[in-house]
Structure formats: structure tokens, C-alpha cells
């Protein structure tokens, strides 16, 4: 028995899903079946009951699952205990998108006050980033919105320590006459179709706006789910009547001809930035030390 096939077990039990357990373990799902199949062999059980419409754990599924949830709750306490016995000489970072200059700045004050400490930059799900930084893989990590829940304990060895609020901004046609007033209220975007993410990719980021629309006295019109930011922006830059949110950091560094970036009418809308850092770790004070200026650079 190896882990990777408990870790693929237990993505699959949670997921109920091959294909959403291959995207959250970053495999393909042919790769995610087969340490399944390995392991029922091993095991000489069968662990799903598996039709085109459905995939249920079978009732020796739901008996192993506790089993293989310890294991891999084992996994991580020992890959954290292993990271606090390193020598400190690098420092693995978890980051979000949309950070833009602060991110900069933040790096540049570490770097100036650690210079002996190298970093390295770990882009990830918000699933995946506390994942890794609960058995030890990463050091620190950005998160953003509301604090994450976890089924399976690794919440619990996790700390949030609150650094800022990031704002939100809107994007929309340059050519649209909303694109002519320097700052936008939320209510005058009714009728044109919402460009968002899907839920799963961002829910902090998809409640807060869809809940802001309501509380505004509308429901927005859904426009097609957005790949990336580049294709959203792509898409608004056609001119079509359309709109999607982005971190005002962000909006500032970019420089497309065709949208037109513009701050929401106060009271506007942010999510919440903190720094998550395991529990048994000491906290990372020069770090938190270099996001201080950021934390006072408020957005305008």
C-alpha cells in the first residue's frame, strides 16, 4: 500500500468524482483511476461502486476511509515536525494572484533584512497552498477571503495572522458609457451580463459579489463562466456590453486599451488578505515585518 494511492482514495471518497479528484491532486484521471484499481487489489475489496451517472463509496469504502484519512493525518505531522528541524535557509511562499506591487515591495523589504534566506514562490488552489502548508511542503502562505474550514484537522494546525484588505475594482468596455464616470455604483451594472469564475475556483471572491448585487437590488445577468482574466478581458475588450471584478492592485498594472478599469462608489468591495503559518512553526517575524508597509499602502 502507498500513500499516493491512499491520497488518491480519499480525494476520490470526497469528491464522489474522478475528474473533479484528478484537477484538486494536479493529476490526470486516468493516472487517479488506476492507484485506485492498484489498491483494491491490494486490498481485494471493492472501495466504489462505480456507473456512468455516479461514483459512491461502497459500504468497505466508508469503512476504510477513517483508516486512510489517520494515515495521511500521519503524513502531515510527520512532514511538519521534519520542516521545523531544517535550517532555515529558504523560505517557501504560497501566493495569490492579484497581489501586483505589494507583493514587490514585500518581497524587496525580505530580501533587504534576510539576505541569506532565499525564497521560492509556490502558486497554488487555496486547497492545495494549506495542504502543503500543513504537512510542511511551504512555510507561510497568502490567503484570501474567509478563513478556510478542513474536514480532515489540518484547519486546526494552521494560524491566521490578518494583514490587509485588497480592494475590488470594475472592468468593463472602454467604449461603454459607464467607462465615462470615474468611479462606478454597483446598482448601475443590472443590465449588463457578469462575467465571474466558477465557485469553486474562488468562493470567498464569487459570494461577496454576488451577495453585494442582491443587497444592491439585483440579480446579475450571468455572462459565460471566465477561464482566465486574460480571456475575461480579452472578451470585454470586443466591446460587448460586459463586466467582471478584479483586485484594484492588480487593475493598476495593467494596461489594456479596450477596458476601462474603474473603482466601485464607496462603500466599494474587499476581501480580507492574512498570512497563514502553521501552529507548531515559530511565527515568521521578518516576514510579518516586511508586510506591514504593505498593510499601511491602503488602495485608493
Not at 466558477?198 to 464569487?206: A, G, I, K
Not at 475575461?232 to 483586485?247: D, E, K, N, S
Amino acid at each position: 500500500m502507498e500513500l499516493r494511492q491512499l491520497h488518491c482514495f480519499v480525494a476520490v471518497a470526497e469528491e464522489l468524482h474522478f475528474g473533479r479528484a484528478a484537477e484538486r491532486l494536479m493529476l490526470g484521471q486516468p493516472a487517479v483511476s488506476q492507484q485506485i484499481r492498484r489498491l483494491e487489489r491490494e486490498l481485494k475489496v471493492e472501495l466504489f461502486d462505480r456507473s456512468p451517472r455516479h461514483v459512491r463509496l461502497t459500504p468497505a469504502g466508508q469503512r476504510f476511509l477513517p483508516a486512510a484519512r489517520d494515515v495521511l493525518a500521519a503524513e502531515r505531522a510527520a512532514h511538519a515536525t521534519a520542516a521545523t528541524l531544517r535550517t532555515p535557509d529558504r523560505l517557501r511562499l504560497g501566493t495569490v494572484t492579484g497581489l501586483g506591487e505589494r507583493l514587490e515591495r514585500i518581497l524587496d523589504t525580505y530580501q533587504r533584512d534576510a539576505p541569506g534566506i532565499h525564497v521560492e514562490l509556490h502558486a497554488h488552489p487555496v486547497a492545495e497552498r494549506l495542504a502543503r502548508l500543513a504537512d510542511g511542503r511551504i512555510d507561510a502562505a497568502f490567503v484570501r477571503g474567509a478563513i478556510p474550514t478542513d474536514d480532515d484537522g489540518s484547519a486546526a494546525q494552521i494560524r491566521y495572522l490578518p494583514l490587509w484588505q485588497d480592494e475590488l475594482a470594475v472592468a468593463l468596455p472602454a467604449r461603454h458609457p459607464l467607462a465615462a464616470q470615474p468611479d462606478i455604483d454597483l446598482a448601475d451594472l443590472a443590465g449588463l451580463p457578469l462575467r465571474l469564475t466558477e465557485r469553486r475556483n474562488h468562493p470567498s471572491l464569487v459570494d461577496l459579489v454576488l451577495g453585494a448585487c442582491r443587497a444592491a437590488g439585483f440579480e446579475p445577468v450571468p455572462g459565460p463562466a471566465s477561464s482566465t482574466l486574460q480571456d475575461t478581458l480579452a472578451a470585454i475588450g470586443t466591446g460587448t456590453p460586459m463586466w467582471t471584478v478584479l483586485y484594484a492592485a492588480n487593475a493598476r498594472m495593467m494596461q489594456v486599451r479596450r477596458v476601462a478599469f474603474r473603482p466601485l462608489r464607496a462603500p466599494g468591495l474587499a476581501l480580507p488578505v492574512a498570512l497563514a503559518v502553521r501552529r507548531s512553526a515559530p511565527l515568521p517575524r521578518l516576514l510579518l515585518s516586511a508586510c506591514r508597509p504593505a498593510c499601511d499602502d491602503q488602495d485608493p
